[in-house]
C-alpha cells in the first residue's frame, strides 16, 4: 500500500460502513447459535412492594419454553458496584417494571408466551412517583452525579440578588427523556468449560465483564464480552444492563446460549432515564448586563435502588462571571425506575434553564442576547478560580452570529409574520467539560510495515475505529490504511467507557502512548522479528493527573423558528452550531456528531417528554409511537462548524469531547427563538402545540 | 402471543363461513394494528382469516358518480388514486396525513377503519381498561389523558379512535358495506363506530363474523371543495392531536353546502352536524365559522389536561374552512 | 450465510400440533426458502432467527420505528408485522439482497460517501425504505408533502428535500443522521 500519512482531521470515510450499508455488521442479538435459548423478561405490574408468589406451572406447560427463572431458583449474584443488577435476588420490588422473572423458551414466540402465561401474585405497598419542587422528601445529597459537590457557594448570593438593579426569577420544568437507541439493549451470553463469552451492547465492555465478574465470581480472564457494533447508547449503555446478568445467569442455568433483549415498551424503566427536574435560576445584573449574582436551585428524583442525582446546576459554575453564586441540588427517591446518564448529563438539562434565564435577562435589559453573554466572559474557571486550558465561548457566539445573519435582529417579540407562520430567533451557549479515564493499548508493528492497534475502545457510532487508526497512524508516520484497529473485546487492553465525550481523549491517549512507543523501539535499530514487535502503554497516571487548567469545550446555538399560528406546531427552520473543541480529529464523523447531538435537542425542545404516571409509576411515553423522537421531516437545515483551536493543555492530540455538545443549549436556543416569535416566555419542556396554544393570535 | 390457525379464504362467502365456525378468529388485513395487538396480548385469536388476498383490491365507479373502495385496497394506493385525489382530496390528504409510507403500504381499507384506540392503558394489559377488559374501570378519567376524548366520552371510557381516514370518510358521507353471516348490509359510516356509553369493549356496530368488503362514496358535491387539516406533536409520523375534514361549497359569498368531520377528539370520528346547521345558508365568513366551530364544540367535557384540544380544534375548524373558501374565491 | 438449519429440521421432523404452524415458501432475495414456521412468526424473525438474515433490525417490534424495513414486491413494509405465513408468494427484498456482488448499490454508496448513518442500526432499514420510496415517487404515489398543483399530475413526482424528508419519516434514526440521509437520498433520487 501506498497511501500517504493524512493529518488529524481529515474527512476518512468510516472503516465499518461498509458493513453497516450492507446489513453485515452484527449487532448484539445477531450471533445465531444452533441451540440457542431466547429469554424474556417478565416485568412487575405493581409500583412497590414484593412478590408474594410466582407460579410457573402455566408457563412451564407452553411448549418450548424450556426454564422460568425467578428470585426463587436463581442463582445469588455476588454484589456489584450498582443495585440495579441484583435482578431475581429477592422478592422486593423498587418500581414498575423491575424484572421478576426471565422466562427461556426455544423460541422467541415461546419466550413471549411463556411470559404472558407467568402468574405472580403481588403484596403491594403505597407509593409516591410524583417529582414536585417542594416534594418534602427532597433532601441534599453528598454529590451529585460525575461526583461534583452537591452545593457550592461563593460570595453571597441572595444578598447580591436582593441589591442587584435587575433581576430574574424563573423556573424551568422537564419530565423525564429517554435515550432510545434504535438498538435495543441486548446481551448473548454462552458458557463453554467454564467461560463466559457475551456479546452485549455496552459503551464499554471491560465494565460489563467486570461487573459480571464480581456478579458470577469468576476472574476477569474467565469472561469475554464482546461489543463490536452497538446501535446507539446515549449513555443508556454506559454501565451494565440487566439484561446482560439475565442472560449470563440463564446460559450457566441451561448450559446453552441464551439471547435476552429487552423489549422497546420495557426499556423506559429498565434502562435508565433523563431525570425529571424543576430548577429555579436566580439572576442579578447591573444595568448593563454584568452579572452580579447566579443562583441556580435543581430539584430531581431519584429511584428507591439507587441515588442518581443530575447534576443539572454543575455548568453554573463555568458558565459565566459573577462574584456571587449559588449552585444546589436536591434529589428525592421515589418509587421510580432508576435514572442515569442520558446525552450530556447535567448540562443538558442544566444548559436549557441557565440559557433561557440568561435569554430572559437580555430581554428584560434591552441588551442583545449574544452581547449579554460577552459582558459576561469571566477570566478564570468562575467556580474554581482556575484557568481555562482554551475558552473560545466568545468566538463561538461571533462566528455564529456572523454565519446565521444574526446582526441587524429586531429583538421586538411576536413581530415576524410569513403566511401563517411566527418567526423567531434565539441563541444559546453550550458548555462540555474534558474528561479522561484510563485506558490501555497496545501497538504492534509486523515484518511487512503493517500496524495492528488493539484496545477495548467501543463505537456505539461515534467512529471510534476510524479516528483511533488516523490517531495511531499519525503517530506512527504512516497512513491510516496500514493500520489495523482491533477494538470491541473485553480479552483487549482495558478501555474506559465511551460515554463523557471521553472515548476518544481517553482511548486516543493511551493509543498515542503506545504508537510513540512503539516508534521509539523501531527507531532503535534492528529487523522487526517475524512475531512483530508489540509494546503497550496505559494511561492510569496521566488520567490520575489533576490538571492546573479547567477544561471545557464550549459552543453556541442558533435557531431560528416558525410557530404555526393557528396551531401552534413548531419546527425548526435553522439550527446552527459552531464549536471549540479542541482539535477536530476527524471532519466527516464529527460533524455527523455535532448534527446528531442538535438533532437530539430539538427533540428535547419540541417533541420528547416521558409523563409519570402517579397512578402507576410508569413513564405513559413507553413506545416509540407515544415517545415522539425526532422523525425526518421534524428536522431541515442544521449546520455545524468549529474553531480550530490548539489547546496544550489537554492530551496528545489535543481534543475535547464532541459526542455531547451539540445537545447542550439547543433546547434553550429553539424555546428563546419560540419567545421571539410568539412573545411565549415558556418554561416547561416540550414546547408543544397544547403549550403554545394560549399565546397565539 | 398465543398459538393461532391461519386460513386464506377464496371468497367473501368462505371468509365469513369460516368466521363463523370460530368464535375466537379474527380477520387479518394489512395487520398493522392486529398484529400489533396481538403482541401486546390485547387481541388473541385462535383463527386467523387472511382476507387481504380476496378480490377486494379494487376502486371502481359507481352508477351514480360515486367511488366503490374495496376493503382491502391499500392506503398508500387510495390516497394515489386518480379519482380520489381529483374529487376527494379530503381523503387522498387524509391518508398522507397518517402513519408512515411503510404502514399505508400495508394498511387496509377496512383495517384502518377497524384500528383500535391508541389510549395508553388500553395496550397495557397489566391495567384496568374497560375497553379491554370490562368493569375493572377506566384509569384514564383522572390518569394520563392529554391525547385523549373530549366529545362523547362515558364515565367508562375516554379513549379517541386514531384514524384520519375514518375522518375524511365520514365528512364525505361514506357507506360501509358489510358481509355476514346473516347476509349483507350497508352502514353510513358515521353510524360505524360508536360511542362508548357503557359498553366500551364495542368499538363498532358490526355484529359478531360481519367483514367489511367495500366503502361506497357518494359523488362529491358539485362545486364543492375539500381538505383535511391535522395538528401533531412532531412533523410526521404522529397521530392526530386534533383534525378537521371539510367538505365545503360557497356561492356568492354563502355556505351552500358543508360536510365537517373530527379526528382525535372522540370514540368515533366526529361528523359536526350541530356546525354543519351552523354554516349552511350563512356568509362564508370568519366570524360564521367560529360560531359553528363554537355550536358544535360546546358539547365538549374536556378532562383535566386536554382542554386544549377544544381550543385546537376550532382554531383548525376555522383555518380549514377559510382555506376552502379562499380557493372557492 | 450463518443460516440455523438444525431447528428448522427438528420443526420439519416433528408432528405439528393441531394447526399453529405450516410448512411454506418464502422469496428472500430471488431465493426460495422453504420453512416451517409457527403461524405467529413474522417476516422479520423469520430473516433473523431463521434465515441468518440480520439485516432487517428490530428496533421496537410494533412499526413504530421503520428499522426492519423490507420490500414486499418491491413495496417497502415493517416486516416486524407482516407474518411469514401471510407472505408466501411475495417477494422480498431485504437489504443483503440490494448489492450486485461487490457492487453496492448506488443509495449504499451514497450513504458511506455522505456519511449518512453513525451506529447503523436504523441503516438498513433506511435503505430498504429510500428504494421503496424512489420506485413509489417514480410511480406518481404522493405525499403529505406533495404540493396541491403537483397533485392534480399522473408523472413521477420530483424528490425535493421536502418530499424525502416527509416520504423518509416512518424511518426513525436516534443518531441524528437525516440531514445526510436526505443528502444521500438526493444523490442517487432521480
Not at chain 3, 428504494?131 to 413521477?156: K, R, Y
Amino acid at each position: 500500500m501506498s497511501h500517504a500519512p493524512q493529518p488529524l482531521g481529515a474527512p476518512v470515510v468510516r472503516r465499518e460502513g461498509r458493513e453497516k450499508v450492507t446489513g453485515t455488521a452484527r449487532y448484539a442479538a445477531e450471533h445465531n447459535a444452533p441451540d440457542r435459548l431466547y429469554g424474556w423478561i417478565v416485568p412487575a405490574t405493581v409500583t412497590s412492594g414484593r412478590v408474594t408468589a410466582i407460579r410457573t406451572a402455566d408457563a412451564l406447560a407452553v411448549p418450548d419454553v424450556h426454564t422460568v427463572l425467578t428470585h426463587e431458583n436463581a442463582p445469588s449474584l455476588g454484589e456489584t458496584d450498582d443495585p440495579i443488577l441484583a435482578v431475581l435476588q429477592n422478592a422486593r420490588i423498587p418500581h414498575r417494571g423491575w424484572p421478576v422473572a426471565l422466562v427461556v423458551a426455544e423460541t422467541l414466540e415461546a419466550a413471549r408466551a411463556g411470559a404472558e402465561a407467568l402468574h405472580v401474585d403481588y403484596e403491594t405497598a403505597d407509593h409516591d412517583v410524583v417529582l414536585t419542587a417542594d416534594h418534602p422528601r427532597l433532601y441534599t445529597p453528598e454529590e451529585a452525579n460525575g461526583g461534583f459537590p452537591a452545593v457550592r457557594e461563593r460570595g453571597d448570593a441572595e444578598a447580591a440578588l436582593a441589591a442587584a438593579p435587575v433581576t430574574i426569577d424563573a423556573t424551568y420544568t422537564m419530565g423525564g427523556l429517554h435515550n432510545h437507541p434504535m438498538e435495543p439493549h441486548a446481551s448473548t451470553a454462552r458458557w463453554t468449560e467454564g467461560h463466559l463469552t457475551v456479546h452485549d451492547s455496552s459503551q464499554g465492555s471491560t465494565t460489563v465483564r467486570d461487573t459480571l465478574s464480581k456478579a458470577f465470581g469468576l476472574d476477569g480472564s474467565q469472561i469475554t464480552v464482546l461489543s463490536r457494533h452497538v446501535g446507539g447508547g446515549f449513555g443508556s449503555k454506559g454501565t451494565p444492563r440487566p439484561q446482560v446478568v439475565l442472560a449470563a445467569m440463564a446460559s450457566r442455568h441451561t448450559g446453552r446460549p441464551v439471547q435476552v433483549v429487552v423489549h422497546r415498551r420495557h426499556m423506559a424503566a429498565l434502562v435508565g432515564h433523563r431525570a425529571p427536574t424543576v430548577q429555579r435560576v436566580r439572576l442579578g445584573a447591573d444595568r448593563n448586563g454584568v452579572l452580579r449574582a447566579v443562583s441556580h436551585e435543581v430539584a430531581t428524583h431519584t429511584s428507591r435502588v439507587k441515588e442518581f442525582v443530575e447534576q443539572a446546576a454543575v455548568p453554573a459554575r463555568v458558565m459565566y462571571a459573577s462574584p456571587h453564586s449559588r449552585t444546589a441540588h436536591r434529589v428525592a427517591a421515589l418509587d421510580v425506575p432508576s435514572p442515569s446518564w442520558m446525552r450530556a448529563p447535567g448540562e443538558a438539562s442544566g444548559m436549557y434553564a441557565l440559557e433561557s434565564a440568561m435569554d430572559e435577562l437580555a430581554c428584560a435589559l434591552g441588551v442583545d442576547p449574544v452581547e449579554l453573554r460577552l459582558r459576561n466572559e469571566p477570566s478564570a474557571e468562575p467556580d474554581s478560580g482556575r484557568p481555562f486550558s482554551s475558552r473560545n465561548l466568545a468566538a463561538c457566539l461571533t462566528e455564529g452570529a456572523r454565519r446565521f445573519g444574526w446582526h441587524g435582529r429586531d429583538p421586538q417579540p411576536a413581530a415576524r409574520e410569513e403566511g401563517p407562520w411566527l418567526l423567531g430567533t434565539g441563541v444559546a451557549s453550550a458548555t462540555y467539560p474534558v474528561l479522561l479515564s484510563p485506558s490501555a493499548a497496545s501497538a504492534h508493528a509486523a515484518q511487512d510495515g503493517s500496524y495492528t492497534v488493539r484496545v477495548n475502545a467501543t463505537d456505539i457510532g461515534t467512529g471510534a475505529r476510524t479516528v483511533l487508526a488516523q490517531i495511531a497512524a499519525a503517530a506512527l508516520g504512516t497512513a491510516q490504511e496500514n493500520v489495523t484497529i482491533d477494538i470491541g473485546s473485553s480479552d483487549l487492553p482495558a478501555g474506559s467507557v465511551a460515554g463523557g465525550s471521553s472515548g476518544t481523549a481517553s482511548w486516543g491517549t493511551a493509543v498515542h502512548k503506545a504508537a510513540t512507543a512503539l516508534v521509539r523501539r523501531l527507531g532503535e535499530g534492528g529487523t522487526v522479528p517475524p512475531e512483530g514487535i508489540t509494546v503497550t502503554a496505559d494511561t492510569e497516571e496521566e488520567a490520575a493527573e489533576e490538571s492546573p487548567y479547567a477544561r471545557h469545550a464550549f459552543g453556541a446555538h442558533f435557531a431560528e423558528v416558525a410557530v404555526d399560528s393557528l396551531t401552534g406546531e413548531v419546527r425548526v427552520r435553522r439550527l446552527l452550531g459552531v464549536y471549540a473543541a479542541g482539535r477536530i480529529l476527524n471532519s466527516r464523523t464529527a460533524r455527523s456528531q455535532f448534527i446528531g447531538g442538535m438533532v437530539m435537542g430539538l427533540g428535547m425542545a419540541l417533541t420528547e417528554g416521558s409523563t409519570m404516571d402517579p397512578a402507576f409509576g410508569d413513564f405513559t411515553e413507553s413506545d416509540l409511537a407515544s415517545y415522539h423522537v425526532p422523525s425526518c421531516a421534524d428536522v431541515l437545515d442544521i449546520q455545524a462548524h468549529w474553531i480550530d483551536e490548539d489547546d496544550p493543555h489537554l492530551n496528545p492530540m489535543g481534543s475535547k469531547g464532541i459526542g455531547e455538545i451539540g445537545i447542550v443549549g439547543t433546547a434553550a436556543a429553539i424555546g428563546n427563538a419560540v419567545r421571539h416569535a410568539t412573545g411565549a416566555r415558556l418554561r416547561e419542556l416540550p414546547l408543544t402545540p397544547d403549550k403554545l396554544l394560549p399565546y397565539l393570535p | 402471543m398465543k398459538p393461532f390457525a391461519y386460513q386464506r379464504p377464496d371468497s367473501v362467502a368462505e371468509a365469513v363461513r369460516m368466521n363463523a365456525e370460530r368464535p375466537d378468529a379474527r380477520f387479518l388485513g394489512g395487520g398493522t394494528n392486529l398484529v400489533d395487538l396481538m403482541k401486546l396480548g390485547v387481541e388473541s385469536p385462535g383463527l386467523l382469516i387472511d382476507v387481504s388476498g380476496l378480490p377486494l383490491d379494487q376502486v371502481t365507479a359507481t352508477d351514480e358518480g360515486g367511488l366503490r373502495i374495496g376493503a382491502t385496497v391499500r392506503n398508500s394506493d387510495l390516497a394515489a388514486h386518480r379519482a380520489v385525489r381529483d374529487r376527494y382530496p379530503v381523503l387522498s390528504q387524509a391518508l398522507l396525513a397518517g402513519a408512515s409510507g411503510q404502514l399505508r403500504n400495508a394498511a387496509t381499507t377496512g383495517g384502518n377503519l377497524l384500528q383500535r384506540t391508541r389510549c395508553p392503558y388500553f395496550q397495557d394489559t397489566s391495567k384496568p381498561c374497560n375497553k379491554r377488559t370490562p368493569g375493572t374501570g377506566c384509569p384514564a378519567r383522572e390518569g394520563v389523558h392529554r391525547d385523549l376524548a373530549v366529545l362523547g366520552h362515558s364515565e367508562d371510557c375516554v379513549a379517541t379512535h386514531p384514524s384520519d381516514m375514518a375522518v375524511a370518510l365520514a365528512a364525505l358521507d361514506a357507506t360501509v358495506h358489510l358481509h355476514g353471516p346473516e347476509g349483507e348490509r350497508a352502514v353510513p359510516v358515521t353510524e360505524l363506530h360508536r360511542l362508548p356509553g357503557d359498553d366500551p369493549g364495542r368499538d363498532t356496530v358490526l355484529r359478531p363474523g360481519e367483514l367489511i368488503t367495500e366503502v361506497v362514496l357518494p359523488p362529491a358535491p358539485g362545486g364543492s371543495a375539500s381538505l383535511y387539516r391535522k395538528a401533531r406533536d412532531r412533523a410526521s409520523y404522529a397521530f392526530a392531536l386534533a383534525s378537521v375534514a371539510a367538505v365545503l361549497t360557497v356561492r356568492d359569498g354563502r355556505v351552500q353546502q358543508a360536510s365537517l368531520a373530527f379526528g382525535g377528539l372522540a370514540h368515533r370520528p366526529w361528523r359536526a352536524r350541530a356546525a354543519e346547521d351552523v354554516l349552511r345558508g350563512a356568509p362564508a365568513t370568519e366570524e360564521t365559522f367560529a360560531r359553528a366551530a363554537d355550536a358544535e364544540l360546546a358539547a365538549a367535557r374536556p378532562l383535566r389536561d386536554n382542554g386544549f384540544k377544544v381550543t385546537l380544534a376550532r382554531r383548525l375548524t376555522v383555518g380549514a374552512l377559510k382555506e376552502l373558501t379562499a380557493r372557492a374565491g | 450465510m450463518d443460516t440455523t438449519p438444525a431447528k428448522d429440521e427438528r420443526d420439519a421432523g416433528r408432528l405439528t400440533p393441531a394447526d399453529d404452524r405450516s410448512t411454506f415458501t418464502l422469496h428472500i432475495n430471488g431465493t426460495a426458502q422453504t420453512l416451517t414456521l409457527d403461524h405467529r412468526t413474522t417476516v422479520l424473525d423469520a430473516l433473523r432467527e431463521h434465515l441468518g438474515l440480520t439485516g432487517a433490525k428490530k428496533g421496537c417490534d410494533h412499526g413504530q420505528c421503520g428499522a426492519c424495513t423490507v420490500l414486499v414486491d418491491g413495496r417497502r413494509a415493517n416486516s416486524c408485522l407482516l407474518l411469514a405465513v401471510a407472505q408466501q408468494g411475495s417477494r422480498i427484498t431485504t437489504v443483503e439482497g440490494l448489492a450486485e456482488g461487490d457492487r453496492l448499490h448506488p443509495l449504499q454508496e451514497a450513504f458511506l460517501e455522505r456519511d449518512a448513518l453513525q451506529c447503523g442500526y436504523c441503516t438498513p432499514g433506511q435503505i430498504c425504505s429510500a428504494v421503496g420510496m424512489i420506485a413509489e415517487s417514480a410511480d406518481g404515489f404522493p405525499s403529505h408533502a406533495t404540493p396541491q398543483e403537483a397533485l392534480a399530475d399522473d408523472g413521477p413526482v420530483a424528490l425535493g428535500p421536502d418530499e424525502i424528508r416527509e416520504r423518509m419519516s416512518g424511518n426513525l434514526c436516534r443518531c441524528g443522521a437525516y440531514p445526510r440521509i436526505v443528502e444521500a437520498i438526493e444523490d442517487v433520487a432521480p
